[in-house]
């Protein structure tokens, strides 16, 4: 389609890999849900600070206070990127279970979490020093706001509440009606984090506009490397939390007490939860990321990730022995990411025949989403047949997940819609073992 944008430059697009079967190919990377590949702006913008970097907030020296300033300059970046609110305040973490856990410690006390089954494991479970009330998956958009309002509807309406919610499933890429979640949450008295993890590096996301509290991703899927995340939002709680962690950077003034003891008085800005020195590279590599997303014209990305999603989407539903997991059905949007079983197939077998024989990356497994897979396989036993269990269905269920974004030439998805075809056609070449978790020929 002429009318969609080229793929952005990412690393790694001249890779080759050996195959199994003789001779070599450009590596598809297609686990994006995992981590994206660095954009090759962002790694030439981190390459031409990186002779000048300097310790943050704590030199007098020319580098000390660059580095300072493109520090706290990120911040505005990422605050414009998300679209935050004047008073919002954005934390640097290292990634978006490190926000969540940030964020789940600085709960007020008696705070009650309300929190989907349907969740990725960093969103379902740091909650645990407080009430948590787990929804069942919706089979809806509108069900997911109607099992959120009942359940809202039942809390106590005096304590402070908190709900958390995924932008973009990181197992079937489907769309959440983050929108009408942060109202129904609002309308009763609750708060709403926005786990944008998978959505954020697809997807415009406005703080303002969908009305949440909070939101929290992580760099090494927005297109910047490893290290790196964010939790933005509103300053209350946090201000008033325990700092996260104890120590130099988060604390404004420390002095004896005559007892013998130490009085601590805490920074009230971000800096209260980002003790020790920064992860100052990560950092200044997410804001640029942020820029380059929003200069390269989400519209653009959005039509490209669309028209990237509906090959896939096509290819695979001319092969029936190939069911996709969906919660929400087959016509619900979804960004950049699809998770399926291939009848007669190992999941984990079918993944290595992609890697060995094509030189494609994916990922198998449950997708630290246990709940979400087991609803997604196990609620239809009889539609799903032996997808997954294969060895005599000793071996427990898991899907093979297939994910692209912003770097995705068309080849990598035509060449994994081909491999798919031909592998459900033609059998693998090899036999593939499972050896110690991993999969080998
Ligand atoms: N939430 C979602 C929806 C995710 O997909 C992921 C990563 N797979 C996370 C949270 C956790 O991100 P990280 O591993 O970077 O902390």
Redesign the pocket.
Known sequence: DQSVCAPLPVLGRDVTVPLVTGGEVTYAALDY??SAPALQRVWDDVAAYAPYYGSVHRGAGYLSQLSTDLFENSRAAVAEFLDCREADQVVFTR????SLNLLAAALPAGCQVFVFETE?H??LLPWGNARVTYLDAPRTPGEAVTTLERALADRDPYGPALVCV?GAS?VTGELWPVRELAAAAHAHGARIVL?A??LAPHHPVSVKDLDVDWVAF?G??LYAPFGS?VLAGRADWLREAEPYLAGGGASRKVARRADGGVDVEWHTTAARHEAGSPNVIGVYAIASACKALAEAGFDDLVARERYLVAKVREGLAGVPEVKVLSLFGDEAPRVGVISFVVRGWNSSHFAAALSAEYGIGVRDGLF?AHPLVRTLLGGDPQDVGECGAPDGGTTSLNAIRVSFGAGTPDEHVDRFVRAVKELVRDGARWKYRTEDGRCVP
């Open positions: 849900a995992a990634s978006t279970t490190d990725h960093a969103s995924t990181n786990d993890a998978q992580s090494h899927k995340g630290c």
